[in-house]
């Protein structure tokens, strides 16, 4: 049986979940996810590696749903719950998932989609119990367990495959280098179609005993309001999020203020992470709640790699070391590994690394080299730290914590009537750590930008829509022709 799983059964009684108000019991969470895993069964004895994809809210429901499919042998695959229908089509289509699962609020949207592709349809909310749990399936941890998509310097995103194997280590190292336990209580605010949420934050805790609440979406006082209640000790978030909760503090009163800032006398780990914490962040955080945030490094394809030390010093601007049985190197463009002091690409080695990207062998091979897999960022040993330089490609930006592709935005738009070339770049930005900025190349009408951006919301996450725009004759380009997106990101400041 799968690890994370079968440990639920020692702590039947133990709060796992609350969720709007409802505490729900590890016990409760096994009855439900097997319920629903003897549902999907059917008539068949295991999945065998069929994928199910689901659209469900972070939640009770979420966890049921995800165990569910992994006890019946499936592969999990995660819908993001602000996605639009093509983004959403893409996934179902190119996993080739036979199966949807979703909250009722999702039916309309997925309805087209359900009678195009006759996938079999469950609506959790009408999952009806099952009393007698028939033997479910066994299998070993080299089984797929998941695919999450992730933007890449493709236009399109990629599914990375991770094996329960892969899962597993990657919490199983957390616990033990940020010292979960079954008393731990943590927050969860994060989407739950990536690691940081999935793996980080409620499979950890539920590896532990532990209690993951939930919050249907971040909001700053919403967050402030469940710390107040002295209950939850851990929290983990991206850069944005300590950002956001640094403005609500800053506008509150000074009694106010005092009162927020005396709840994290009660809390052992805050972790920021998904992308760079600019010190600023740290600082303020550390003035507001006295925690020097952990900084840590990781990327969905690898789960989490570099980790400043829970005990011990967290230096600023700083990622940290390797985390146990993680192996890092720094690798110069010659393909050689740099001196102490050179920066170099990270190139990652472990049982925490991914099986494949999903039925792309391509860039699967393209990823790796000699069994190391080729991060795509840079990084600099310093003094016993590692710190990140950025990325060696322009087109990808980290936005909010999220990961887009310049080439996907540049796609769509260039299907606009009016728009004949473009260019997308990220603008360097104090609350999102980078914005979405487009030129666009209009010879006839200029399109009007609000409806622009209305039309984009119709074909891409709210996250992918560009937050500046200027229009150029013709885009910055090299002797070759080829579009130069340093250039293009001075135009922007110009
Ligand atoms: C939303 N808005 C934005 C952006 N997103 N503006 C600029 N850039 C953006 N990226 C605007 C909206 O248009 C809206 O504006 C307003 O902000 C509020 O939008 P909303 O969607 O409500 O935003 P939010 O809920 O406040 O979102 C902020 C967020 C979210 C909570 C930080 O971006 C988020 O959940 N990020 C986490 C992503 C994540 O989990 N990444 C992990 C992947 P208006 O009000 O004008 O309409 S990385 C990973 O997993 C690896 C392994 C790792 O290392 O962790
Ligand atoms: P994703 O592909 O969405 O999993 O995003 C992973 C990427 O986020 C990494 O390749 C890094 O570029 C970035 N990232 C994650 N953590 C950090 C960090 N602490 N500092 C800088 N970049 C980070």
């Known amino acids: 049986m799968i690890k994370l799983i079968e440990r639920a059964k020692n702590w039947p009684e133990r709060t796992a979940i609350k969720d709007q108000g409802k505490a729900f019991s590890y016990s409760e969470l096994l009855q439900k996810s097997q319920s629903i895993a003897i549902h999907l069964l059917g008539t068949e004895t295991d999945l065998s590696e069929q994928r199910v994809a689901f659209m469900v809210r972070p939640g009770f429901d979420y966890v049921a749903v995800q165990w569910g499919v992994w006890q019946a042998g499936g592969i999990a695959v995660p819908l993001c719950v602000d996605h639009p229908l093509p983004s959403l089509q893409y996934v179902i289509e190119n996993t080739n998932a036979r199966t949807l699962i979703v909250h009722q609020e999702y039916e309309q949207l997925l309805k087209p989609l359900v009678a195009e592709r006759d996938l079999q349809f469950y609506i959790v909310e009408e999952f009806p119990k099952v009393e007698k749990i028939n033997p479910l399936p066994t299998f070993p941890d080299s089984r797929r367990a998941m695919i999450l998509y992730t933007s890449g310097t493709t236009n399109l995103p990629k599914g990375v495959v991770t094996t329960h194997q892969n899962i597993q280590y990657q919490i199983r ?225 980290k936005s909010g914590g999220y990961k887009i592709s310049a080439l996907e935005i540049e796609e769509v738009l260039r299907t606009h009537p009016t728009i004949k070339d473009c260019g997308v770049v990220g603008l360097a930005n104090e609350e999102w750590g980078e914005i979405v900025a487009a030129s666009l190349v209009c010879p006839g009408q200029k399109p009007n930008l609000k409806a622009l951006n209305e039309w984009l919301k119709t074909k891409l996450p709210s996250y992918k829509i560009p937050r500046q725009y200027i229009f150029q004759e013709d885009l910055p380009r090299n002797t070759i022709g080829k579009v130069t997106k340093k250039a293009l990101q001075r135009c922007f400041q110009d």
């Open 173 to 397: 190292t957390l616990i033990d280098a940020w010292g979960w336990d079954m008393n731990d209580h943590i927050l969860n605010v994060l989407p739950l179609h990536h690691v940081h949420g999935i793996i980080n934050v409620i499979s950890c805790a539920l590896w532990s005993g532990a209690c993951v609440e939930f919050i249907p979406k971040f909001k700053a006082d919403a967050v402030f309001k469940r710390f107040k209640k002295g209950e939850i000790n851990v929290f983990m978030a991206v850069p944005t999020v300590y950002y956001k909760l640094i403005s609500y503090w800053n506008n509150q009163d000074e009694r106010t203020q005092k009162e927020l800032s005396n709840i994290f006398s009660n809390f052992r780990l805050m972790v920021s992470g998904s992308a760079a914490l600019p010190v600023s962040v740290l600082e303020d955080w550390k003035k507001i709640s006295g925690h020097t945030l952990l900084e840590r490094y990781g990327m969905t394809e690898i789960g989490m790699a570099l980790s400043n030390p829970y005990r011990g010093e967290r230096r600023p601007g700083h990622v940290g070391q390797p985390l146990p049985g993680v192996d890092i190197r720094l690798v110069g463009e010659d393909g050689v590994v740099v001196k102490e002091g050179e920066q170099g690409e990270i190139q990652v080695k472990g049982p925490n690394v991914f099986k494949e990207y999903w039925q792309n062998p391509e860039a699967t091979v393209q990823s790796f080299t000699d069994g190391w897999f080729r991060t795509g960022d840079m990084a600099i040993w310093n003094e016993g730290a590692y710190r990140i330089l950025g990325r060696n490609s322009v087109d990808i930006i």
